[in-house]
């Protein structure tokens, strides 16, 4: 944030094993209530894909958000529009609808003004007390998608 250039988002060997460790105590449900695995569809594949993300929690409604950019988990929910997110011995199907940039700009502040930033916030140029214009210039960069619909069920 500030003066410093955005980092670009790599897969590493060491993000793997970090999401594969972090996946572990979410799927039992040691881990905190925004934590979620996301399982969506291979857009080409066709086979599941997994990754925890934090869910945004708020009182406009309940948001994915790719601190990222346009992951391949982005691109596989643009094209299938549903999702999965699991958290210990709960899973809720979702539907998404993507958000425009002037729907998105608070959502986006309200992740970045979270404890999370500490991990996702060098991939964002505007800090948390940034206009609501700064967050909209960055949401064409890190994709929202807000859950208009789910149901849970207990495995």
């Known amino acids: ?87 210990g011995g709960w899973i809720e199907l979702v539907s998404v609808r993507e958000l425009g940039a002037e729907e998105a700009a608070p959502v986006l502040r309200e992740y970045v003004n979270h404890p999370r930033a500490a991990v996702v916030g060098p991939y964002f140029e505007a800090p948390p007390d940034a206009p609501d214009e700064a967050f909209a210039a960055e949401a064409d960069r890190h994709p929202v998608f807000a859950i208009v619909r789910s149901t849970t069920i207990r495995i």
């Open 1 to 87: 944030m500030g003066n410093e250039p955005t980092k670009r988002f790599e897969m590493t060997r060491l993000r793997r094993t970090a999401n594969a460790f972090v996946s572990g105590f979410v799927k039992y449900g040691v881990c905190t209530p925004e934590m979620h695995l996301l399982t969506t569809r291979g857009r080409r594949s066709g086979f599941l894909r997994t990754i925890p993300l934090s869910v945004v929690d708020s009182d406009r409604g309940r948001f994915l958000v790719s601190p990222y950019g346009e992951t391949d988990w982005v691109r596989n929910l643009r094209e299938d529009g549903f999702a999965t997110l699991r958290q």
